[in-house]
């Protein structure tokens, strides 16, 4: 008898939520968020938000970057790197205020030239750093669904390395719509939780 994968089935579940949700009730609610996420003490003394650029099925980030760039904060955004020791994996590249002038990706996203400076981890390590963190699925003490890439697993482990070895704070925060919590999200090892999670009802 076949196991039913719990990630997989919980991913299929929250993609078919996201794809369902009207765009102006979603764009609501991503404002909502966006408003909680500022409130955070961890936003207000944090030097830097790193960000992402929303994809279809993504809560709406656009408010967040262009509050984050007004108040003054380095914003950064993800972008996708590759080596022969360590794979796929992502960085973080500051935006400039003319990052709509990007090339766009597949999903018409603005995506960081690959000669454009990324942040390194000493610079990321030293400084107060707020992670606005995506995912599928959250749950209340922090457990985090993503895409099944690990990405964001292997850098906030990274990170998080960093900000103890260089003296600054890293605070990951997910951020995502209040129909994306669930009891308890599927984990496994080397998956990373994060401090927080905040949707347009507030901290979760």
Known sequence: MDTIDPKKALRQRMKALLAGMDRSDAAQ??????????????????????AFLS?????????LVEAALADGKVV??????????????IVFVPLPREYRSWPLDRYGI?????????LG???????????????LAFDRRGGRLGRGKGYYDRFLS?????AARHGGSLLACGLCYALQLVDEVPTSGGDQRV?????ENGRA
């Not at 994809?55 to 408010?63: H, R």
């Open 55 to 63: 994809m279809p099925g993504e809560i709406g980030t656009e408010a």
């Open 110 to 118: 603005p995506e960081p030239p690959v000669d454009t400076p990324a």
């Open 195 to 199: 401090d927080m999670v905040v949707t």
């Open 76 to 89: 950064a955004v993800p972008r996708m790197e590759r080596s022969s020791e360590d794979g796929d994996y």
């Open 158 to 162: 990274q990170a998080r390395e960093a």
């Open 121 to 135: 981890p000493g610079e990321l390590g030293a400084a107060k750093v707020i992670v606005a963190t995506p995912g």
């Open 29 to 50: 609610r991503s404002l909502g968020a966006t408003g909680h996420f500022r409130a955070l003490p961890g936003y207000a003394t944090a030097d830097i938000v790193l």
